[in-house]
């Protein structure tokens, strides 16, 4: 997905969101927020992305790499996920605060191996974090994982699911699955 398919799919998310928000139960939004209509911020420079890649130690996938260049971070990515990283907080998830979730998931039934499949607290241990504030849920990127396009495969995890890490092809991909589990739960809330 480039920066203009980002855009207005990022701008209905947000209109969506915005429309449905029960102050209430949720608290209030942002007065940026409300103002621009926009749960994005402004977009990050080139000159950002590049310092990221270089401080990261190689080039992000595309589709991440085009959604920072759309917007440098992302407010309320779901029920459970609050922030998602702009290019300079991108972190590898065993160097951030979320790195509690590679020793559980090393340490759990999770951990025994289906036959074929990699370990999860393995997939952690190399993950990268996308997500900053989040409740119980974390969001990240295997840059083992790659696909011939350089996408690499996204995982959204969630402590209290009683499943392990669910795979998506893309950071593109794992986004639609949050934005429809956004709605689906929107509908069912109203």
């Not at 007065?31 to 749960?39: E, K």
């Not at 979320?98 to 559980?104: D, K, L, M, Q, R």
Request: proline letters at 5%; glycine letters at 10%; aromatic letters at 12%.
């Amino acid at each position: 997905m480039n920066r203009e398919q980002w855009r207005p799919f990022l701008k209905r998310w947000s209109e969506e969101w915005i429309a449905g928000h029960d102050r209430e139960g949720d608290g209030p939004l942002e007065d940026a927020v409300v103002r621009d209509g926009w749960l994005g911020f402004a977009p990050a420079g080139a000159d950002e992305v590049a310092a990221a890649e270089a401080r990261l130690g190689r080039p992000l996938p595309p589709s991440l790499r085009e959604f920072l260049l759309t917007t440098n971070g992302w407010r309320n990515t779901g029920f459970f996920i609050y922030r998602l990283a702009g290019a300079s907080e991108l972190a590898w998830l065993a160097d951030s605060d979320e790195s509690s979730w590679i020793e559980a998931y090393s340490d759990t039934e999770f951990a025994d191996e289906d036959e074929g499949e990699e370990p999860e607290g393995e997939i952690l241990a190399r993950a990268l974090c996308l997500s900053l504030d989040c409740d119980g849920a974390v969001i990240f990127l295997d840059p083992a994982d790659v696909d011939e396009r350089g996408e690499w495969a996204g995982y959204w995890l969630a402590s209290w699911s009683g499943e392990g890490p669910k795979r998506f092809g893309s950071f593109h991909d794992l986004m639609c699955d949050q934005y429809t589990s956004f709605r689906r739960l929107r509908d069912r809330r109203a």
